[in-house]
């Protein structure tokens, strides 16, 4: 498998553009995970879906972020308008479940955000 | 909600010198403590987990162990190299909220040669 799969590596866009990221998790795996990257705030957890169901946005910061999982395969997360203190590293991870036990969350390469 | 701390935030040893880095989670429900490693520029990487029935693991260099009674767990690495240098993070999986981890603030270690 290639493992989580996220693009685009880098986006550089303007301050009100919209962005959207998008990420393809391990095949078979059940859990998707957004997190943001910060020097300020380490990594924090955005929002994480179950079988393409999202479970818990509380971590979305404000109503300019949506996230999607149309199907097994694909997710999205969209910044609109975007604005500079939004610029981060956004990973996308993904885990397999079984029962109740937890794996490890696998993380995907990155994207680098720079909004200006 | 469960709440990680770390310690130290920075961390430098000389090559071959151990380091010890420690978290304290806040949630006794929690169950599974991962560690990850990131290195400058790319992703977390799991490097060793443990989970809430065991209070130690070993794998070569790099030990966890885990005092529940206490709430906190600890990574050792012996015989540091300086590929060790990297950004640790801990993690704590509170099984009240689901699947998802909560990281600590991560320590970044620098092995000097």
């Known amino acids: 498998d290639a493992g989580v799969i996220q693009s685009p590596r880098h986006e550089v866009t303007e301050m009100g553009q919209e962005v959207t990221l998008r990420c393809k998790p391990i095949?078979?795996?059940?859990?998707l995970f957004w997190y943001r990257q910060t020097m300020m705030r380490g990594l924090e957890l955005l929002i994480y879906?179950?079988?393409?169901?999202?479970?818990?946005d509380s971590g979305m910061p404000e109503d300019r972020f949506s996230a999607k999982m149309p199907n097994a395969s694909f997710s999205t997360l969209k910044i609109q308008p975007s604005e500079p203190r939004d610029s981060a590293v956004y990973f996308c991870?993904?885990?397999?479940?079984?029962?109740?036990?937890?794996?490890?969350?696998?993380f995907g390469p990155g994207t680098r955000l720079t909004v200006t | 909600g469960e709440n990680v701390e770390q310690h130290p935030s920075t961390l430098s040893v000389q090559e071959g010198d151990s380091a010890v880095i420690k978290c304290t989670y806040s949630?006794?429900?929690?169950?599974?403590f991962p560690w990850y490693k990131q290195e400058l520029g790319k992703r977390p990487q799991l490097i060793i987990d443990?989970?809430?029935?065991?209070g130690e693991k070993k794998d070569q260099r790099i030990a966890v162990t885990l005092n529940k009674t206490a709430k906190h767990f600890s990574l050792h690495i012996t015989e540091t190299q300086p590929e060790d240098s990297a950004v640790y993070f801990c993690?704590?999986?509170?099984?009240?909220?689901?699947?998802?981890?909560?990281f600590g603030p991560g320590t970044r270690l620098s092995v000097l040669p």
């Open positions: 991870a993904s885990s397999l479940t079984s029962g109740r036990r937890t794996y490890e969350q696998y």
């Open positions: 095949s078979g795996h059940d859990y």
């Open positions: 879906f179950n079988n393409n169901v999202p479970i818990d």
């Open positions: 949630d006794s429900a929690s169950n599974y």
């Open positions: 443990i989970r809430s029935n065991v």
């Open positions: 993690a704590a999986r509170d099984v009240n909220y689901g699947q998802n981890f909560v």
